[in-house]
C-alpha cells in the first residue's frame, strides 16, 4: 500500500544518502521520504540500491538510486553532476557509507588502515567538496555518520576508530569554518546499530581475539541502537540545526571523563567493552 509523503519543511528538498542501499543508510533515506522529501540513494551495489528503491517507492516514496563508488573521482564527479541535471538542487548530505573492522591495532599494516581511511575519511571529503556548491545554494545541512569509536579508542577495531576520530576533527572544522554561509553540519556518534548479522559479522575477523571483538561495537555494554529511531533522531537533528548527536547520550560522560584523566578513561573503557 502506497502512502502520499507529508507536506512540511521537507517538502521539495533534496536529500543524498550515501551507503544508502541497506542498514542505518536504508532508514535515513526512509526517515526523510517519511517526512516529506525527496531522497538519492547511493552505494556500489546497483541491484541492492534498486531493491531500497523499490521498496520506498512501495511506501510512497519519490527516491532515485545512482550506483557510485565514492571512493572513485570520477564516480563522484558523475553523481554530483547527475544529481544537478535531474534535481537542480540538495538540499541535505548525509555522508554515512563506512566500514567498521576487527584486529589489534599493532597487527593493522599501513595498507589496512589505506583501505578504511580511504572509504571512512576520503570518500566523505571527497563527496562533501562535491556537494558544498549545492549545499550553499540552499544554506543546508550536511551530516557525518561517525561513532562513539571516533570518540574513544576502542581496543580490537583495527584502523576504525583512528578512520572515526578523524572523521570528528574534520566535522567540526567544517562546522566552524561553514557556520557563517548558514550551512548546518552535523556529527552522528552512534553506540552499536542492530543488524540482522550483528553477531556473526566479525566472527571470522576476530577468530583469534578476545570474544567481546566479534560481538557489535566490540563488546561496548550499551543496548543496540534501532536504526529507524536513530534516522528519526537524524531527520529531527537537522530541523533543530543541533551540533552534534551521541547515542546513547551518557557516553558523553566517558567522553568528558576521558578528556580529564587518561588513566580514568582508560579504565572505563575497559569496564565498558
Known sequence: MTSTPPIGRWNDKVVLVTGGSGGLGRSIARAFVQAGA?????????????????????????VTPIAADITRDDDVERLFATIREHCGRLDVLVNNAGLSTRSRVIDTTPDDFRGLVELNLLALVRCTRAAY?????????????????????????????????????????LRLELADEGI????????????????????KEAEDLPDVASKPGGGAKV?????????????RGCERRNAELVLPPRARLLFAIGQLSARAGDWLVRRFT
Open 133 to 173: 556548491p549545492l549545499i550553499s545554494q540552499q544554506r543546508g545541512h550536511i551530516v557525518n555518520i561517525g561513532s562513539l569509536a571516533g570518540k574513544v579508542g576502542s581496543r580490537y577495531m583495527g584502523a576504525y576508530p583512528a578512520s572515526k576520530h578523524a572523521v570528528t576533527a574534520y566535522t567540526q572544522q
Open 38 to 62: 525527496d531522497v538519492v540513494i547511493t552505494a556500489r551495489g546497483a541491484e541492492a540500491l534498486e531493491r531500497t528503491a523499490d521498496e520506498l517507492r512501495a511506501e510512497g516514496g519519490r
Open 184 to 203: 548546518h553540519v552535523m556529527l552522528v556518534c552512534p553506540g552499536p546499530i542492530a543488524r540482522t548479522d550483528g553477531g556473526t559479522r566479525y566472527v
Open 223 to 235: 543496548r543496540q541502537l534501532d536504526p529507524d529511531r536513530l534516522a528519526a533522531k537524524i531527520v
